[in-house]
């Protein structure tokens, strides 16, 4: 498992943007599948953006062209960079780092979580 760190939530008006930074620690980070979740009070924890190992991207229909993510394997670091937020957008967000041992088997490293809020 890999410890993640994760920076940049905040409070934003709507309309506004925040980039989220997500730092890995240990080796292998390049192997990782990527991805940020969100769970806003009251309900389940959903996918909101993954990048994987060769950079391809997929993203949940309620961000898409609006959110970015992308990752720095020189840095360890997987961002987010959230544009045009909404009220809807506030939950805390998660990072997380998925390795794949074989196609149905993987293990999920989780971080802490930061908070979003788009409020005005």
């Known amino acids: 498992q890999v410890q993640l760190v994760e920076s940049g939530g905040g409070l934003v008006q709507p309309g506004g943007s925040l980039r989220l930074s997500c730092t890995a620690s240990?080796?292998?980070?390049?192997?990782?599948?990527m991805g940020w979740y969100r769970q806003a009070p009251g309900k389940e924890r959903e996918l909101v953006a993954r990048?994987?190992?060769?950079?391809?991207?997929n993203y949940a229909d309620s961000v898409k062209g609006r959110f970015t993510i992308s990752r720095d394997n020189a840095k360890n670091t997987v961002y987010l960079q959230m544009n045009s937020l909404k009220p809807e957008d506030t939950a805390v967000y998660y990072c997380?780092?998925?390795?794949?041992?074989?196609?149905?088997?993987?293990?999920?490293?989780w971080g802490q979580g930061t908070q979003v809020t788009v409020s005005s």
């Open positions: 240990g080796s292998g980070f390049s192997l990782n599948v």
């Open positions: 990048v994987g190992t060769a950079g391809s991207t």
């Open positions: 997380n780092a998925r390795r794949y041992a074989s196609s149905s088997v993987y293990y999920d490293s």
